[in-house]
């Protein structure tokens, strides 16, 4: 076999090549005109689908670089590339590698992979194909295993792939669609861990970007992970000794494997230019079983090779490329298709189609900030958040001259305005505007994540970051003229505002107020008309919670926690000591989470039992000497906090040393009750103390026993004696103590 290869002088891939180098081109077309695969599928492109196919160069154009015929052939078109095959050894199992190697067609119909061994018979493609495994699989640093599939995952899986935008590209579950990427065999392919690695982050090993990266947690890769190998039932794979290794390492070379699975200028071995093939004919008609129609398209892009290609027909070669046309439209092509438009989903239904479709790309490069535009394609960014198709990333070096190319392509008459010369009287106008007294903006966009209806558009704080300055001046005189669907209402009807004793009526003044408002971000003030939404944070899954903030009596080294049976806590880590205690929902977090952290968290209740700020542990001389006096925030001396560790359940455990000696403080929560037991390392020093309670704030009083009352139906028992002193403090004594046991009782209303 490899001394068969090595007499072809060319070392093309393209079997007319081979023989045409041997025989006349007429025979040598007539030969590959046999019907070897003319019942396989032909290659699927996706983006064509929605691209205009009578155009016949343009569609053999995204053909030529889908084929990477330009991985062979020198031509202006961007070659697609092969996945990396370093670690194929982990990521497909060696039994499909092999079986697609000798016939890629018949394993994975619609493959864009050429058919590299059509000439050759049955037993010359199962060698050449297993010799070529052994060298991939020799080389990889990574075995191939199975792992058992999780059945409680499918249901989910299965809804997050026809949710999150997979449908777009791939056949959605009981239809099959002839424009749809195949996942034919995918269960005899991929183990569980790998599929779920490479749906994770999938321009790793294929960096041409036709699979992109749709954003998927691990969580949610292993999902959609299961869903697809549902009904897999593979065994593992037999152990091989890669005796062939050598002789597919040859075999991978020869037959130009390296043109597209390891592309680079420096190892590109071109064959002849386009523009010296003779464009009647085709060399691949057996290797990648083109339809008549592909022929033909393919035929036109050779013909119009020596055309220039500007921008706008770069855009649109990239967008079929990449099947940006499956969501977006832009001109006549592109946009949701009939049979998948029913994936295309809103967590807002308020907002209509817009809420759910792709925005259109018609005039986007007048519209967006390259920058932001760079972020967008190569980063996924949203600012469509109840859009639930996610905007992929498609890697830095599949669309980085995209932006610049929609920025040459489409363009807006600059439009004059006489701007606010006073930049506060420009903002505080802008804020009066955006207002639901004046225009209502709020009425229909977030600011700062909170609204004041339920339409909730696109945050208005973003708006500068993305939008061009001129762009915005356009669209705000007349939104239908961009969007004829939009709900965005026209406030300036024939160029005259709706509100004419702002700003003299000058329309280009107040919409330049407005802007010059959004441009402060969320530095700038709340309109009017918002409602700040309370973010509440509780236990659930019958685990506690932790948050550490700020809180009222503590100040900043608050740690507050949440516990199952509704009874929560804070604890001050500056003086080791309990801060408060309350009952119900753990609390609400918008002062903290809102304001960078500043402010305190709010317990959600008034019924919180606080204590009092100062050391939890003292020695004193006598029982008559005050109690050491701290502020709040103000750190005790002769402590350290360790930390904490947690249980099954969540529970922290806290730990610090007094006078040298560790404290293990642990609280266990069970319904109406916290039960907290301090543990100590070594017996407590004489004069030792433990105070609970002060009664100046608490009004403590003794019930029976070690047993006390407190405001809010607390009720506080004791494993020690406790001493009331002088009616003002209640405090334990822990001389020689190895622990103390304390609990908390909220008694029932």
């Known amino acids: 076999m490899i001394a068969k290869l090595q007499s072809d002088s060319t070392g093309y891939p393209c079997r007319l090549n081979r023989l045409t180098s041997l025989i006349p081109q007429g025979i040598a077309f007539a030969l590959l005109a046999l019907p070897f695969s003319l019942s396989l599928a032909n290659p699927v492109v996706s983006g064509l689908s929605a691209s205009n196919e009578n155009d016949l160069a343009f569609a053999g154009r995204v053909l030529l670089s889908e084929l990477s015929c330009t991985t062979c052939h020198q031509g202006h078109i961007e070659a697609k590339g092969g996945p990396v095959l370093d670690q194929v050894g982990g990521r497909i199992h060696p039994d499909y590698l092999e079986k697609f190697i000798a016939a890629p067609h018949t394993t994975k119909p619609g493959t864009s992979m050429p058919d590299l061994m059509s000439h050759m018979n049955e037993k010359?493609?199962?060698?050449?194909a297993g010799a070529i495994s052994d060298y991939l699989l020799k080389n990889s640093a990574i075995t191939f295993s199975l792992q058992p599939i999780e059945p409680e995952r499918v249901e989910n899986g299965r809804e997050l792939f026809h949710r999150v935008g997979c449908v777009a590209c791939h056949s959605p579950e009981k239809k099959d669609l002839a424009d749809s990427p195949p996942l034919q065999g995918i269960e005899t392919k991929y183990s569980l861990e790998s599929l779920t690695v490479f749906l994770k982050d999938p321009l790793e090993s294929r960096p041409s970007?036709?699979?992109?990266?749709?954003?998927?947690?691990?969580w949610e890769a292993l999902d959609i992970a299961n869903y697809l190998l549902r009904e897999q039932d593979l065994k593992s794979p037999e152990t091989r000794i890669f005796d062939r290794a050598s002789e597919g390492e040859v075999?991978?070379?020869?037959?130009?494997?390296m043109q597209c699975h390891q592309p680079s200028e420096a190892q590109a071995?071109?064959?002849?230019?386009?523009?010296?093939?003779?464009?009647?004919?085709?060399?691949?008609?057996?290797?990648?079983?083109?339809?008549?129609?592909?022929?033909?398209?393919?035929?036109?892009?050779?013909?119009?090779?020596?055309?220039?290609?500007?921008?706008?027909?770069?855009?649109l070669l990239t967008m079929a490329r990449l099947n940006c046309t499956a969501c977006h439209q832009r001109g006549e092509n592109g946009g949701p298709s009939a049979e998948r438009d029913e994936y295309f989903t809103t967590s807002n239904l308020n907002l209509g189609e817009q809420a759910r479709i792709p925005p259109s790309l018609k005039g986007v490069g007048a519209k967006l900030k390259q920058e932001w535009l760079q972020k967008v394609i190569t980063g996924g960014t949203s600012v469509r958040p109840y859009m639930n198709t996610r905007m992929p990333k498609?890697?830095?070096?599949?669309?980085e001259k995209l932006p610049s190319q929609f920025a040459e392509t489409d363009s807006l008459p600059p439009l004059?305005?006489?701007?606010?010369?006073?930049?506060?009287?420009?903002?505080?106008t802008g804020q009066q505007l955006a207002g639901d007294k004046n225009l209502s903006c709020v009425a229909c966009h977030t600011y700062k994540g909170e609204s004041a209806t339920t339409l909730n558009g696109v945050e208005l704080t973003s708006m500068t970051q993305r939008l061009q300055e001129n762009w915005f001046h356009h669209y705000m005189r007349n939104p239908q003229q961009f969007h004829p669907t939009t709900i965005m209402p026209g406030f300036w009807p024939g160029g005259k505002p709706t509100r004419p004793e702002i700003l003299d009526g000058n329309t280009g003044k107040q919409i330049d107020a407005i802007w010059q408002y959004l441009s402060r971000g969320k530095e700038g003030r709340t309109p009017s008309g918002i409602r700040r939404k309370p973010l509440y944070y509780s236990s659930s899954n019958g685990e506690a919670v932790m948050l550490r903030r700020q809180y009222r009596g503590i100040g900043k080294r608050g740690i507050g926690v949440g516990y199952p049976a509704k009874i929560n806590l804070s604890f001050d880590a500056g003086q080791l000591r309990l801060g408060s205690i309350w009952k119900g929902e753990f609390g609400e977090m918008s002062g903290v989470w809102r304001s960078q952290g500043s402010g305190n968290v709010n317990e959600n209740t008034r019924e919180v039992v606080r204590f009092p700020t100062g050391p939890a542990f003292a020695q004193l001389p006598s029982e008559d000497t005050p109690w050491p006096t701290l502020e709040e925030g103000e750190k005790a001396e002769g402590f350290q906090f360790l930390g904490y560790s947690l249980d099954t359940k969540q529970r922290p455990e806290f730990r610090y040393t007094y006078a040298g000696i560790e404290v293990r403080d642990y609280f266990v929560d069970s319904p109406g009750q916290l039960t907290r037991k301090l543990t100590f390392a070594e017996p407590m020093p004489q004069n030792t103390y433990f105070r609970i309670a002060n009664d100046e704030q608490l009004q403590a009083h003794q019930t029976e026993g070690n047993s006390f009352k407190f405001p809010h139906g607390l009720?506080?028992?004791?494993?020690?004696?406790?001493?009331?002193?002088?009616?003002?403090?209640?405090?334990?004594?822990?001389?020689?103590?190895?622990?103390?046991?304390?609990k908390y009782q909220f008694e029932s209303e």
């Open 124 to 128: 010359e493609r199962t060698d050449a």
């Open 209 to 218: 970007g036709r699979m992109p990266d749709m954003q998927l947690s691990h």
């Open 251 to 257: 075999l991978f070379k020869k037959m130009g494997c």
């Open 269 to 315: 071995d071109y064959g002849r230019a386009f523009d010296k093939l003779d464009h009647s004919k085709s060399c691949t008609s057996a290797e990648y079983s083109l339809s008549p129609l592909q022929k033909k398209q393919i035929s036109a892009a050779l013909k119009a090779e020596a055309q220039e290609i500007d921008s706008s027909q770069r855009i």
């Open 394 to 399: 498609f890697g830095i070096k599949n669309i």
């Open 416 to 428: 004059e305005f006489e701007r606010v010369k006073d930049a506060k009287l420009a903002r505080e």
């Open 715 to 742: 009720k506080i028992e004791l494993s020690r004696k406790g001493n009331v002193r002088k009616g003002t403090e209640l405090i334990v004594p822990l001389e020689k103590a190895s622990e103390l046991s304390i």
